[in-house]
């Protein structure tokens, strides 16, 4: 049985893992009063949502013909915990539910894979290493009257740097 890292006193019920291209870099162990108390998971409260709507939004067939209830490889979640409680137990449960899940996001989200904040718009351009300070000026000055104004932040800051590079020098 594993303790709390905080505490030391309770037996740990969470596991916060730190994953760096699909494998586990660093792990803390908590036990719930302690991962309430830093923040990592919300007080106990009631499921905001009832199973039944729960189960209506993830279209489940009730009756027979029910095959074998799927589970996930990595923390054993089956997707009737999944629908009593909400919440999915890892990462691999998106894997493991995906046929489950993806219904019930394009439900909820209008959508099933994720857009960014602002859908449609494009990262601003990388620095071109040997441009001059007139590109970086014209650059910025394009930013400005378009009112991208971090991406000007942004440019101001690299232009400042090229200028104490070269001495200062202007157009």
């Not at 893992?17 to 309430?36: F, I, K, P, W, Y």
């Not at 859908?119 to 000026?137: F, K, W």
Request: glycine content about 10%; proline content about 6%.
């Amino acid at each position: 049985m594993q303790f709390c890292g905080a505490c030391h006193k309770n037996p740990a019920t969470i596991v916060i893992m730190d994953l760096d291209g699909g494998s586990v870099t660093e792990q803390q162990h908590l036990c719930q009063s302690c991962a309430e108390q830093l923040g990592v998971v919300q007080q106990k409260t009631q499921l905001k949502m009832s199973p039944e709507l729960l189960e209506d939004l993830l279209g489940t067939v009730q009756g027979k013909g029910r095959r074998k209830e799927a589970t996930c490889p990595g923390c054993g979640i089956t997707l009737a915990a999944f629908k009593q409680t909400g919440r999915l137990g890892c990462p691999r449960c998106y894997e493991s539910f995906r046929a489950e899940l993806v219904p019930l996001l394009q439900r909820v989200h209008e959508a099933a894979s994720h857009r960014g904040r602002l859908p449609g718009v494009t990262a601003p351009p990388v620095p071109v290493p040997g441009e001059t300070l007139s590109d970086l000026r014209r650059r910025l000055d394009d930013a400005v009257r378009g009112e991208r104004y971090e991406e000007a932040a942004r440019l101001r800051d690299e232009l400042r740097k090229a200028e104490k590079r070269s001495g200062g020098e202007t157009p």
